[in-house]
C-alpha cells in the first residue's frame, strides 16, 4: 500500500453542489494530517490540518478516520474558485523524512 | 514580507549544463525541502536540510546536490543537467519537525526548468 494515496479525479461538479474526496494512508501510527490546495502552476497551498476530532473551516470540513486509515476533505456549496488540486499530505513520523504528499485529487467546479 | 522566493522562475538549458536553482526565505524557518513535480508522479522530496550545514537525502536525490551554509539559503545544483530533471522545482520550509507537530510547510512558487 503506498503511503498516501488519492483518486486522481477529476472530479467534474456544478456550482452550488457539495462533493467529497477522501484519501487513504498507510502508517497507523500518523497522528495529525493536511489538505493543501495547488492551483494550476502555482505552489500547493496550504487549505486547512486535520487532527482526530476533524476540523471545519467554513465551507470546508476535514475529518480523519483512524479506523480505516482515511482522511476527508468535504466542500459544501461549491465555487468556480474551488477548481484546483486538493493534496493530501500526511507528516513526518518515526523513520520519516518530511511531509508525504499525495498526488492530488483535481476538482473542477462548472458553472 | 517576501515569505519564500525562487529563482530563476523558469529555466532553460541544455543537458550535460550544470544548473542552480536558488532558494531564499526570510521566516528564519530551520527546516527547508526541494520538491520535484511531475504529471503522474505528484511532489518528489529530493533533499531537505533541519538546519545550516546539516542536509539530507529525500526520495530522488541522484543527479543534484545542496548546501546551506546559511539558514536562509538553499540553493539546488543539477551537476549535469539531463532531459528526465525537465520538471516544476518547489522549495519549501517549515519553522520545525516534530512528530505530531503542526509542521506546515510553506512554498516557493517554483521554478520551472527544461532540459533540451
Known amino acids: 500500500r503506498k503511503e498516501v494515496e488519492q483518486d486522481p479525479g477529476p472530479f467534474n461538479v456544478p456550482e452550488g453542489a457539495t462533493v467529497a474526496f477522501n484519501c487513504t494512508y498507510s502508517n497507523s501510527a500518523s497522528q495529525s494530517f493536511f489538505w493543501y490546495r495547488q492551483d494550476c502552476r502555482k505552489e500547493p497551498k496550504l487549505l486547512m490540518s486535520v487532527y482526530s476530532s476533524g476540523n471545519e473551516d467554513g465551507r470546508f470540513t476535514a475529518q480523519l478516520n483512524r479506523a480505516s486509515q482515511y482522511i476527508s476533505l468535504l466542500i459544501r456549496d461549491s465555487k468556480l474558485s474551488d477548481s484546483a488540486t486538493y493534496l493530501c499530505v500526511v507528516p513526518p513520523d518515526a523513520g520519516r523524512r518530511a511531509l508525504t504528499f499525495g498526488s492530488g485529487t483535481r476538482l473542477q467546479v462548472q458553472p | 514580507d517576501a515569505g519564500i522566493t525562487q529563482s530563476p522562475r523558469y529555466k532553460i538549458t541544455e543537458t550535460g549544463r550544470q544548473v542552480t536553482l536558488m532558494c531564499h526565505q526570510t521566516?528564519?524557518?530551520?527546516?527547508m525541502f526541494w520538491y520535484r513535480q511531475d504529471l503522474g508522479h505528484g511532489l518528489r522530496l529530493i533533499y531537505y536540510?533541519?538546519?545550516?550545514?546539516?542536509?539530507d537525502k529525500g526520495e530522488v536525490p541522484d543527479g543534484y546536490v545542496v548546501s546551506r551554509s546559511k539558514t536562509e539559503n538553499f540553493p539546488l545544483t543539477l551537476e549535469s543537467a539531463t532531459r528526465s530533471q525537465t520538471s516544476v522545482y518547489f522549495c519549501?520550509?517549515?519553522?520545525?519537525?516534530?512528530?505530531?507537530?503542526?509542521?506546515?510547510?510553506?512554498f516557493g512558487a517554483g521554478t520551472r526548468l527544461s532540459v533540451l
Open positions: 536540510s533541519a538546519a545550516a550545514d546539516i542536509t
Open positions: 521566516w528564519s524557518h530551520s527546516y
Open positions: 519549501a520550509s517549515s519553522v520545525l519537525r516534530k512528530r505530531g507537530a503542526k509542521n506546515i510547510q510553506y
